[in-house]
């Protein structure tokens, strides 16, 4: 299945990895927002939660799959047998759900963290794959630090645990220590190598302590890998995960030479990186590719003079693609409740009640009172006030 056909399947893992950020943890309602704006966005696969993690997680990925229709719903399970007993719980009502299970192959992983011999790492996976198997056709199956994992012991378990049922196979970098060539002829030479290689998909997963996790993910996609697993605005474990909204856009301004797509509505991106950064409280820099403020900004002359004559001088995508709002209007005093929900949502809010839009609407109109300009973010930031003062 791998590397047969041009379209990239976007695994989002805002939910799951992303919230595994400091400070980053979501409450059920918020999570279940999230989901619906991922499912807007037309992500192919939604890593709502780990359900044994917590019973809010488990309550979590349960709401999710019961709410979403047009994306996969999938939950984390480590290779215990408890643990993926719990995901199918979680997953049991979703029109599409997923398992996602996952053991460590590195030598430092098996050794000091599972204790574990290489062969006892095979057998808890084979059959770790076959329980979830016995839940829900759709298992992928995860080999935590593959990019410090030898690769003769990596063709060993992929193979096993295709033979056990697994359909995605992914590869992480889980400690963000590829480099885009290593990383890329690994994904090639396990599509090469495995012999039942076909009948999986091969995916990658990749941290950005170097930065590289971007570059990384495209070096793998480039070698046969059809899954990308990314987090919105890169949210993730310490410097984050690969950015959704990067990986979306240089395949698609790249298409000629990268030859890939995705099934994303790129227009959805703004709200969806708006809506995760006011729900987990953290900024999304300006100079941030795509969603920051002045991704799209022209501030020197010459630029301003070029994109004025012919915007491509100066830009290689237009903000509309992204979902900028290049014509909005300006919000004031005397603006109404539609225009104001209007651009709430496309920011990225949706109210749930037209009691919280009221709410929100009467703290808008005093502050468009006391301030001649109302911009983005004091909107966003009156919206969580109200919310958390409800
Ligand atoms: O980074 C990682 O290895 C993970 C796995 C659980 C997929 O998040
Ligand atoms: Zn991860």
């Known amino acids: 299945m791998s590397g047969n056909d041009n379209r990239v399947i976007i695994f989002d893992t805002t939910l799951r990895d992303g919230e595994q950020s400091p400070g980053a943890s979501m409450t059920r309602d918020e999570k279940l927002r999230i989901a619906k704006q991922l499912e807007k966005l037309r992500v192919d696969v939604i890593e709502a939660g780990f359900a044994i993690a917590s019973p809010g997680d488990f309550a979590s990925v349960k709401a999710i799959a019961e709410a979403i229709k047009d994306s996969t719903v999938c939950s984390l399970s480590r290779a215990l047998d408890g643990d993926i007993d719990r995901a199918g719980e979680a997953l049991r009502n979703a029109v599409s759900g997923r398992i996602h299970t996952f053991i460590a192959t590195s030598p430092i992983h098996m050794q000091y963290k599972l204790q574990m011999q290489p062969d006892q790492v095979v057998e808890n996976a084979v059959r770790a794959v076959k329980r979830a198997r016995n839940l829900i056709d759709d298992v992928e199956f995860s080999l935590e630090d593959a990019s410090r994992s030898e690769l003769d012991f990596m063709c060993r378990i992929i193979e096993q645990v295709i033979d056990a049922g697994a359909r995605t196979i992914n590869i992480p970098d889980t400690v963000g220590y590829a480099v885009p060539d290593e990383y890329g002829n690994t994904i090639r030479q396990l599509i090469e190598r495995v012999p039942n290689a076909d009948k999986a998909i091969f995916s990658v997963h990749c941290h950005n302590d170097l930065g590289l996790a971007v570059a990384n993910s495209l070096a793998a996609v480039n070698a046969g890998a059809r899954q990308v697993e990314c987090t919105i605005n890169g949210l993730g474990e310490r410097a984050g995960n690969a950015s959704l909204e990067e990986i979306v856009m240089a395949l698609r301004t790249r298409e000629d030479v990268l030859g890939l797509t995705t099934g994303i509505d790129t227009t959805q991106i703004v709200?969806?990186?708006?809506?995760?950064?006011?729900?987990?409280?953290?900024?999304?820099?300006?100079?941030?590719?795509?969603?920051?403020?002045?991704?799209?900004?022209?501030?020197?002359?010459?630029?301003?003079?070029?994109?004025?004559?012919?915007?491509?001088?100066?830009?290689?995508?237009?903000?509309?693609?992204?979902?900028?709002?290049?014509?909005?209007?300006?919000?004031?005093?005397?603006?109404?409740?539609?225009?104001?929900?209007?651009?709430?949502?496309?920011?990225?809010?949706?109210?749930?009640?037209?009691?919280?839009?009221?709410?929100?609407?009467?703290?808008?109109?005093?502050l468009a009172d006391k301030k001649s300009e109302i911009f983005d973010d004091d909107l966003i930031a009156l919206v969580s006030d109200a919310r958390a003062s409800a």
Not at 278 to 289: D, E, H, I, L
Not at 298 to 319: C, F, N, P, W
């Open 271 to 366: 709200p969806a990186s708006r809506l995760v950064s006011s729900v987990t409280g953290f900024p999304v820099q300006p100079n941030k590719a795509i969603v920051g403020a002045n991704a799209f900004a022209h501030e020197s002359g010459i630029h301003q003079d070029g994109v004025l004559k012919h915007r491509e001088t100066y830009e290689i995508m237009t903000a509309e693609d992204v979902g900028w709002n290049t014509n909005r209007m300006v919000l004031g005093k005397l603006s109404g409740r539609n225009a104001f929900r209007t651009r709430m949502e496309e920011l990225g809010t949706t109210f749930v009640s037209d009691a919280e839009l009221n709410t929100a609407f009467a703290r808008f109109k005093e």
